[in-house]
Every structure is written in C-alpha cells, then in structure tokens.
C-alpha cells in the first residue's frame, strides 16, 4: 500500500506511546505518520516504506534497540537519510559523536512542537 504522496513521510520512533502519539497528531497536518514503538519494529516499517520515508524522529533510549542503533542500521540502507534524534536523558549523550556520525539533529524532551516542526521545516527544505 502506498502514502499519499502529497506530503512528506516521517517516520516516528519511541517507546512511551504517548510520546508517539502526540507528535504524530502534532505533525499530521504537514507531514505522512508512520510509527514504531522500538527500533525492531521501525526496520521493519523502514523495510516496507524506506522508500517514502523522508526523516525518521527517534527517541534515543529504547528497549530492545537504542536510537543510535537503530540510526547506524538506516545510515547502511539510505546514508542521507536525515534523522532527529528526543531524549529526556541529554546528560547520558555524548552529543557531538552522535551529530559526527551524520545524524541531522537533537532535541531534548521535554520540546516544543513548534520547535520540533521549523527543524523538520528546515532540513526537509
């Protein structure tokens, strides 16, 4: 099944739903959801939509598979494939390693939606 290809595609990937839920009611007036409760689950959704997805959000701290995991894993299948890293534990981040690598941004939680969108706005242009 294909997206609606009118808007760009993110993919959301977090482990407290609530998390998930509201950015992805935050940004589905601008932009296609996808979510993932875990790293494991979002290649497999990467698997089916790689194509579609424009940016991937991920929460760095996760069960099963870390964001900077998860990030490596997506670098492999498509290198400029831009990446948003949440975290409510910025202390535990080595935060410039994690930007040398090539992912595109961190915000830490608690975040403004605003915020959230002009960054996506910006990388996205």
């Given amino acids: 099944m294909a997206l609606p290809q009118q808007k760009r595609t993110i993919l959301i990937v977090d482990d407290e739903d609530l998390i998930r839920d509201l950015l992805a009611d935050a940004l589905s007036d601008d932009f296609n959801i ?3 409760p875990n790293g494991e689950d979002a290649l497999r959704v990467f698997e089916q939509y790689g194509d579609e997805i424009s ?4 929460d760095l701290i996760m069960p099963l598979m870390r964001g900077d ?4 894993k997506l670098r492999k299948l498509r290198p400029a494939l831009p990446i ?6 910025e202390r535990e ?3 410039s390693a994690l ?3 090539g992912n595109t941004a961190f915000l830490p939680k ?4 605003e915020n959230l969108t002009a960054t996506l706005q910006t990388i996205l242009v």
């Fill in 69 to 72: 995991v998860l990030a490596e």
């Fill in 55 to 58: 940016l991937v959000i991920t």
């Fill in 84 to 89: 948003v890293f949440i975290s409510g534990h």
């Fill in 34 to 36: 996808l979510t993932a």
């Fill in 93 to 95: 981040i080595q935060l």
């Fill in 99 to 101: 930007l040398a690598k």
């Fill in 110 to 113: 608690p975040f403004d939606v």
